[in-house]
C-alpha cells in the first residue's frame, strides 16, 4: 500500500463509526450496515478523490447511495414474497445489545447513538427515498442540496420526501419516556409476572392501547397484536420461556433477551409512556437473524 493509499485507509477508519450509524438506521439491519460501509470503502478507494475536501460528507453520500440501492432491492425482493391480502408487513429490525450495568465504554458509546427499536419499527414502513431523506436530515442534518443527488430530485423535492417521512413517523411512532430506571422496573415487573403466570399482573403494565410486533421470520408466526387483554394473552401462553430471560440494554433501553445455552432465541424491546405504562413491544425471534446477536457479555 503506498503512502497515499495508507493515509487515506486512516481517514476512512476515522469515520467508519459515523458511516455504520448512518447504514444502520438506513437499513435496520448490522450485517447489511456493515456490508454497505465496506462497499462505500471500496468505491471510495475507486474513486477520485481530487479536490474532495469534505471527505467526511462525500463518504456519508457514498453510503447513503449504496443503501438506497439496498433498499430498494429488498423491497423489490419483499413486493415478490409477499402474495397475501389485507397483511401488514412486520419487520423488526436487529436490535443493539448490551449490558444493563455495563463498564464497556466502546459498548456504551455504540448504545447510547443507537434509537429506539420502536421508531426503527416505523422507519422500515417508509419508502426507500423517503428514509433517506429523514435519516440523512432529520438525524444528521445532511443538508437538502446535498441529499438532492442522491434521490435524483430537486432539493425543494428532497425536502418534501423528508417531510411527508416525518408525518408518518409523528403519527405511528410513539413519544416514549426516556426513564431508563422505571424502565428497568417495568420489565424487571413483566419477567416475575411471566415467571408467575400472573395474567392480571401482566395487564395492569400495558397500556390499554398496546400494540406488539412480533417478527419471527415467516408469515406464519409473525404478528400484530392489538390491545391490552390479546397482548397479555400473548405473553401469558410463553410463560414457559420466562425462566430464560435477562434483562439488558436493547437499543439503549433496558428490555429483554431470551438466552438458552449461551445462545439468543428472542429479544423484546419496550416502548413506555410517560407515566410508565407499556404501549409496545417488540420482538425478534427470527432464527436466521437471531444467532447473529452477541451476548457473550451475558454471565454464563
Known amino acids: 500500500m503506498d503512502e497515499a493509499a495508507e493515509h487515506f485507509a486512516q481517514r476512512f477508519e476515522e469515520h467508519r463509526g459515523h458511516l455504520?450509524?448512518?447504514?444502520?438506521?438506513?437499513?435496520g439491519s448490522l450485517s447489511e450496515a456493515e456490508d454497505a460501509?465496506?462497499?462505500?470503502?471500496?468505491?471510495?478507494?475507486?474513486?477520485?478523490?481530487?479536490?474532495?475536501e469534505n471527505l467526511g460528507g462525500w463518504l456519508t453520500t457514498i453510503v447513503a447511495r449504496v443503501c438506497l440501492n439496498m433498499l430498494r432491492s429488498r423491497g423489490t425482493r419483499r413486493e415478490a414474497a409477499l402474495d397475501v391480502q389485507d397483511y401488514e408487513y412486520v419487520r423488526v429490525p436487529d436490535p443493539v445489545l448490551g449490558p444493563v450495568d455495563a463498564a464497556d465504554p466502546e459498548q456504551e458509546a455504540l448504545l447510547a447513538d443507537s434509537v429506539g427499536l420502536?421508531?426503527?419499527v416505523v422507519l422500515e414502513?417508509?419508502?426507500?427515498?423517503?428514509?433517506?431523506?429523514?435519516?440523512?436530515?432529520d438525524m444528521f442534518a445532511v443538508p437538502f442540496d446535498d441529499i438532492a443527488p442522491i434521490v435524483d430530485k430537486t432539493p425543494a423535492a428532497a425536502r418534501q420526501l423528508a417531510s411527508r417521512a416525518r408525518r408518518r413517523v409523528r403519527g405511528r411512532a410513539p413519544s416514549p419516556s426516556t426513564d431508563r430506571a422505571r424502565q428497568r422496573e417495568v420489565v424487571e415487573?413483566?419477567?416475575?409476572?411471566?415467571?408467575?403466570?400472573?395474567?392480571?399482573?401482566?395487564?395492569?403494565?400495558?397500556?390499554?392501547?398496546?400494540?406488539?410486533?412480533?417478527?419471527?421470520?415467516?408469515?406464519p408466526t409473525t404478528k400484530l397484536v392489538r390491545g391490552a387483554r390479546k397482548?397479555?394473552?400473548?405473553a401469558h401462553s410463553f410463560r414457559r420461556f420466562a425462566p430464560l430471560n435477562r434483562v439488558v440494554l436493547v437499543n439503549g433501553m433496558p428490555g429483554i433477551v431470551g438466552v438458552s445455552e449461551g445462545r439468543a432465541f428472542s429479544v423484546l424491546s419496550f416502548t413506555l409512556s410517560p407515566n410508565g405504562t407499556?404501549?409496545?413491544?417488540?420482538?425478534?425471534a427470527?432464527?436466521?437473524?437471531?444467532?447473529?446477536?452477541?451476548?457473550s457479555f451475558l454471565p454464563g
Do not use: C, K, N
Open 20 to 27: 455504520r450509524a448512518v447504514s444502520y438506521r438506513m437499513l
Open 37 to 52: 460501509v465496506q462497499e462505500a470503502w471500496l468505491r471510495a478507494g475507486r474513486a477520485d478523490r481530487t479536490g474532495v
Open 118 to 120: 420502536a421508531l426503527m
Open 125 to 137: 414502513t417508509l419508502a426507500p427515498a423517503e428514509r433517506l431523506a429523514f435519516v440523512l436530515h
Open 189 to 219: 415487573a413483566f419477567i416475575a409476572a411471566a415467571r408467575g403466570g400472573d395474567f392480571e399482573a401482566l395487564l395492569a403494565l400495558l397500556d390499554p392501547d398496546v400494540v406488539l410486533r412480533a417478527d419471527a421470520g415467516g408469515l
Open 231 to 234: 397482548v397479555a394473552e400473548q
Open 278 to 284: 407499556i404501549t409496545e413491544l417488540t420482538i425478534l
Open 286 to 295: 427470527d432464527p436466521a437473524r437471531i444467532p447473529t446477536l452477541d451476548v
